[in-house]
């Protein structure tokens, strides 16, 4: 016998989270599955611009979202190999949160909210009806909103995505033995970059934790340890996980009634911090969308979100396209340090980022 909700939503990130609060909100009966127990790690930068404060207030959501345990951001630091060659004040309201942390409270939410959380529960497959079958048996939704990353099942098996190679990967450590300080130090190298952050818990100038996350070619052939002995060499790596595909082909949002949201229809570049924002920015939309919809004909509310999620990230992503191709060149990482030549330039590009547009 099938369990019936209104919407299934698999993937309890961000952008699976936020769109079951909603909906539970506005009167929809949903069900929020994900594979992994609650609180789980996650393959992240914990970066949250502060773009998504706006978000946060038009959703009722601010006064917790600015409880959760965080570390302020104040500088912006771009390095070559190591060596610094540009730094920016950070925006007010940029802050480090553990995703451990961020998507729990936000799961816990949904569930407060009437959603039927189940977490640690795998999904085998979603078919067009919006059936979708676990290990634990069937779960019916009148739409299901796939939100399970950028390996996407619910993508894969509705034919939505276009899975090309990859060749680079993505590696998340949390190192102790650094100082703690309120920096973004970004550092740009010829086998990749990476993003380092204090995380909350350890005093200016004290030995604390610390969130690196790191973008390899596997061309290079290098493991990401010997990254961090090079330039990290005091630091002691307490974790490392890792995550592929880093770039993908952007998916069609939605068919019928299986729609996707955050990474699973679109990945950002992680080197620009946007990730957590537009995937949040998506899951509210899919959900504004079926709320003001229901009831509609199928395709025709599919296509009202599928012109939303082209409007929502219109013209937002031409810096962070920009970044992702020199990102992708060795030869052009050596160069980052003659931007320093051109300190507005540089302040431009990074403007629409990190300040929030």
Same mark, same amino acid.
């Given at each position: 016998?099938?369990?019936?909700?209104?919407? =299934? &939503? =698999?993937?309890?990130?961000?952008?699976?989270?936020?769109?079951?609060?909603?909906?539970?909100?506005?009167?929809?009966?949903?069900?929020?599955?994900?594979?992994?127990?609650?609180?789980?790690?996650?393959? @992240?930068?914990? @970066?949250?611009?502060?773009?998504?404060?706006? !978000?946060?207030?038009?959703?009722?959501?601010?006064?917790?979202?600015?409880?959760?345990?965080? $570390?302020?951001?104040?500088?912006?630091? %771009?390095?070559?190999?190591?060596?610094?060659?540009?730094?920016?004040?950070?925006?007010?309201? %940029?802050?480090?949160?553990?995703?451990?942390?961020?998507?729990?409270?936000?799961?816990?939410?949904?569930?407060?909210?009437?959603?039927?959380?189940? +977490?640690?529960?795998?999904?085998?497959?979603?078919?067009?009806?919006?059936?979708?079958?676990?290990?634990?048996?069937?779960?019916?939704?009148?739409?299901?909103?796939?939100?399970?990353?950028?390996?996407?099942?619910?993508?894969?098996?509705?034919? !939505?995505?276009?899975?090309?190679? @990859? /060749?680079? #990967?993505?590696?998340?450590?949390?190192?102790?033995?650094?100082?703690?300080?309120?920096?973004?130090?970004?550092?740009?190298?010829?086998?990749?970059?990476?993003?380092?952050?204090?995380?909350?818990?350890?005093?200016?100038?004290?030995?604390?934790?610390?969130?690196?996350?790191?973008? !390899?070619?596997?061309?290079?052939?290098?493991?990401?340890?010997?990254? #961090?002995?090079?330039?990290?060499?005091?630091?002691?790596?307490?974790?490392?996980?890792? #995550?592929?595909?880093?770039?993908?082909? +952007?998916?069609?949002?939605? &068919?019928?009634? $299986?729609?996707?949201?955050?990474?699973?229809?679109? =990945?950002?570049?992680?080197?620009?911090?946007?990730?957590?924002? %537009?995937?949040?920015?998506?899951?509210?939309?899919?959900? /504004?969308?079926?709320?003001?919809?229901?009831?509609?004909?199928?395709?025709?509310?599919?296509?009202?979100?599928?012109?939303?999620?082209?409007?929502?990230?219109?013209?937002?992503?031409?810096?962070?396209? !920009?970044?992702?191709?020199?990102?992708?060149?060795?030869?052009?990482?050596?160069?980052?340090?003659?931007?320093?030549?051109?300190?507005?330039?540089?302040?431009?590009?990074?403007?629409?980022? %990190?300040?929030?547009?």
């Amino acid at each position: 016998m099938k369990e019936r909700s209104d919407v =299934v &939503v =698999v993937g309890a990130g961000p952008a699976g989270a936020l769109a079951a609060l909603l909906l539970a909100r506005g009167g929809r009966r949903v069900t929020l599955i994900d594979k992994a127990r609650f609180p789980r790690p996650k393959v @992240c930068g914990d @970066c949250f611009n502060p773009r998504i404060w706006e !978000l946060m207030e038009r959703n009722s959501l601010a006064p917790g979202f600015g409880a959760l345990p965080y $570390r302020e951001i104040d500088q912006i630091e %771009f390095q070559s190999e190591g060596r610094a060659f540009y730094g920016q004040a950070a925006p007010k309201g %940029f802050r480090v949160i553990e995703r451990s942390a961020f998507d729990s409270w936000l799961a816990e939410l949904a569930a407060e909210a009437g959603v039927e959380f189940l +977490d640690g529960l795998g999904v085998h497959a979603v078919r067009p009806d919006g059936t979708v079958e676990t290990e634990r048996g069937d779960y019916q939704g009148t739409y299901v909103i796939g939100a399970d990353g950028r390996n996407s099942l619910v993508a894969q098996q509705a034919g !939505l995505i276009d899975r090309k190679p @990859c /060749r680079r #990967i993505g590696w998340q450590a949390t190192l102790r033995g650094i100082p703690a300080d309120t920096f973004l130090r970004l550092n740009l190298f010829p086998e990749g970059y990476y993003g380092l952050v204090g995380l909350e818990g350890a005093g200016e100038g004290e030995d604390g934790r610390a969130n690196l996350s790191m973008v !390899l070619d596997a061309r290079a052939r290098i493991k990401p340890e010997a990254v #961090i002995r090079r330039f990290l060499p005091d630091a002691v790596i307490e974790d490392l996980r890792s #995550i592929a595909p880093i770039s993908r082909p +952007d998916a069609l949002p939605a &068919v019928g009634r $299986r729609w996707l949201a955050g990474d699973a229809a679109r =990945v950002v570049e992680p080197f620009t911090g946007e990730g957590i924002y %537009f995937s949040l920015a998506s899951g509210e939309l899919a959900a /504004r969308i079926l709320l003001n919809h229901w009831g509609q004909r199928v395709e025709a509310v599919a296509e009202r979100y599928r012109s939303g999620h082209r409007t929502l990230y219109r013209g937002e992503l031409g810096v962070n396209r !920009l970044l992702r191709s020199i990102l992708r060149h060795p030869a052009l990482r050596r160069h980052a340090p003659r931007l320093e030549r051109w300190p507005e330039l540089i302040r431009r590009l990074t403007a629409g980022v %990190f300040a929030g547009h």
